[in-house]
């Protein structure tokens, strides 16, 4: 079944704050712009992960990226694991963090129900437990020719594919205590030897994949 979305995530501008370097800022730039003006537990990423009016479940995000993702559901009151293996990007995650918990008493607060580590989440989700699995990996190459956003171009040229995606998955979906909640290209083809969602959310230029596991 697919449901489209409204998906803020995607709509808003980064560019417009794009860094050509690796950088993460909690308290301004794109995820400031969200936290002031996204729409709450409306967003596709929320939704997909199951968060209503009264339920807020736990979240692993194997794939943390820039950790705007995990940000995002902290903000709506989840715990929130972060796994990233790349060295660079999670140093760059580890200072964000940091410079976030003194900034301001709002992004402080949500940044203490953010734990980040380091390492493969294929490893290291069997250490671990919570409701929610999101993976997100690197997206394949686009077939037209529109172009990145700048700052994951910038992601890619340090972390470069992640061609281990499927096997990512395929971990997710036995670990996951709900649901695994897979971000991916709108038109992008599926991962191959992975089951059919149980229900799919578009956006403009992102959809969610969404596997109940219970
Ligand atoms: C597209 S980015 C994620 C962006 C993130 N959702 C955000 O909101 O900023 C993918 C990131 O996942 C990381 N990654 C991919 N596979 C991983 C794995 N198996 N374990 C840990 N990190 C992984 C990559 O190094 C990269 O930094």
């Known amino acids: ?13 980064d560019d417009e704050f794009a860094q050509d370097r ?5 308290a301004g730039g794109a995820v400031g712009h969200r936290l002031k003006f996204g729409g709450g537990r ?5 939704k997909a992960a199951g968060f209503t009016k009264g339920r807020t479940p736990t979240v692993i995000d194997a794939t943390a990226g820039f950790g705007r993702d995990a940000f995002l559901l902290a903000s709506l009151g989840a715990q929130v694991t972060l796994i990233e293996r790349s060295a660079e990007v999670h140093a ?17 607060e949500i940044i ?3 734990t980040l580590l380091f390492g493969d989440a294929k490893e290291l989700l069997s250490g ?8 997100d990996p690197m997206h394949p190459p686009r077939k037209t020719k529109a172009l990145v956003k700048k700052e994951m171009r910038v992601l890619r040229s340090y972390v470069g594919a992640d ?10 979906l036995e670990m996951a205590k709900k649901r695994v909640v897979l971000k991916w290209p709108a038109k992008g083809d599926p ?24």
């Open 191 to 214: 991962l191959p030897n992975i089951r059919k969602p149980s229900h799919q959310l578009m956006g403009k230029s992102t959809r969610y994949d969404v596997f109940m596991t219970e």
């Open 112 to 114: 203490s129900r953010m």
């Open 22 to 26: 690796l950088f993460c800022d909690f």
């Open 128 to 135: 671990l437990s919570a409701d929610v699995i999101v993976v």
């Open 163 to 172: 061609p281990d995606a499927e096997g990512l998955m395929k971990v997710a």
């Open 1 to 13: 079944m697919k449901r489209r979305v409204k998906d803020t995530s995607t709509e808003t501008d």
């Open 92 to 108: 760059m995650l580890e200072e964000g963090l940091d410079r976030a918990r003194v900034a301001d008493e709002q992004i402080a």
């Open 42 to 46: 409306g967003q596709a990423l929320p």
